[in-house]
């Protein structure tokens, strides 16, 4: 794909913001001042003083002899930085690829993404149009070079936009500035007589070189298309991501629903191509007030199973308010893993246990609607001492070490600490004839045991339980325990540790 670059010149960018602030400053002369080598000189001027004569870089003592009404407010430091930053982030609406150029312009790799306007021209007027509606004054230009596209951005005058492979011609009648060079370098080249950039580009490389260094061949081969130029991207573009702009802005459900299921089309097709799952999914929604909506899901296993991810999002498009329309959609995945060929043949009806793919849909689903603190798996631990004979599971994938006992009753859910309760038996070393738990009497029908638990003397001292399964007249089944022998002190020494399914 060919690259083509766009360049945003905010011509005013700080004190358009200012304007914006305070708008009875747009009919007032004005500069941002700052001290400088004891003297306090213009850092912006706002459009109506740079039509009265005053440029960056003069002293405010000189702006007010010239003109006496100008205000001088107080520039803030890196103040430029912020805005650009922040009008870097909304433009992403339209390219992921996005640089700040300091100290008052965006550089933006577009390649690709124009003919979603419909041409380059619509594209550039959008994005122009849209800016100057928010109160900034702005300049554009599309070429296929950043460098090119910088440089007719502030000094073209014909067209802004370049055609692909026309950036040199473009560049002749410009002046050596619009290379972005050093000043002792254009200085050298004004005594030289060379005040167009058509006055040196035919002169040979090596004399080039020699006399003005390689910082300036740099400079030149970038906006010529001979060297490339690394952007340094305001947000750092996902492997995995894909793109929605929309026509009109989208403003209900079914539209959004219909956004989400194009993006996962697109996104799990590749890869699906590459072997690869999500982990981790980001959705964000670009409202047409600027405002930006993101929610995201998780799941336990990697996928690229369509269906299986548009039910987690489907969880989240209530919350997803879309005010006066959503005009992009971008569908990022930050995290994601190599998805086996075992898997894939998971998704037959054969597929089965822990690690068939559709339990852990199930869980994802689960775990996005309740949260995954609420869900839990639990693996068997070399103990005999029921609270020391499980673990949690890190994940599905994780296999224990031991197998279950199966030669003993335990319960489906035990207590995570045992809880007292009150007894009556008939003789001490049988089982209650009934209990009372949470105030409710149960009389017990059935019961089995006692099995008797020693504690393990290497890691704790104290008494052993002896457990009974019972099971009351409504058919409910409990594990209750005595501790230690029989004392006649039957209040302190009866427990129930778990319930029977």
Known sequence: MKKRFLSLWFRHLTTDWLTLRRPELRDTPFILAAPERNRIIAMAVNPVAELQGITVGMASADAKAMVPEIQVIDDIPGQNYKLLKALGEWCIRYTPLIAIDMPNGLLMDISGCAHLWGSEHDYLKEIVTRLRSKGYDVR??????????????????VKPIIEPGAQAEALLTLPPTALRLEP???????????????????????????????????????????????????????????????????????????????????????????????????????????????????????????????????????????????????????????????????????????????LAELLDRLANKIGAGNIHRYLPQEHYWPERSFKPAISLKERPATSWRTDRPRPSLLLNKPERIEVMFRIPDYPPSLFIYKNKIHRIEKSDGPERIEREWWIEDGEHRDYYQVEDEEGQRYWLFRLGHYTGDQSKQWFIHGFFA
């Open 140 to 157: 554009g230009a599309i070429a296929d070079t950043a460098g090119a596209a910088w440089a007719i951005a502030r000094f073209g005058r």
């Open 184 to 358: 002792v370098v254009l200085n050298r080249l004004q005594k030289l007589g060379f005040y167009a950039i058509k006055n040196f580009i035919t002169l040979g490389r090596s004399v080039l070189r020699r006399r003005f260094g390689s910082e300036f061949m740099l400079r030149l081969d970038q906006a010529l298309g001979i060297e490339d130029e690394p952007l340094q991207l305001l947000q750092p573009v996902e492997p995995y991501s894909e793109r929605l702009p929309c026509l009109e802005p989208v403003r209900t459900a079914e539209a959004i629903e219909i956004a989400i299921k194009t993006l996962l089309v697109n996104l799990c097709h590749r890869m699906a191509g590459e072997g690869k799952g999500v982990r981790t999914a980001i959705l964000k929604c670009y409202r047409v007030d600027g405002r930006i909506i993101q929610t995201g899901i998780g799941t336990n296993q990697p996928t690229h199973h369509v269906i299986h991810l548009f039910k987690l999002f489907e969880l989240k498009i209530s919350t997803i308010e879309p005010a006066l329309g959503i005009e992009l959609f971008t569908l990022d995945v930050p995290k994601y893993e190599d998805v086996s060929s075992d898997q894939e043949a998971l998704w037959s009806p054969e597929g089965c246990g822990l690690t068939d793919t559709s």
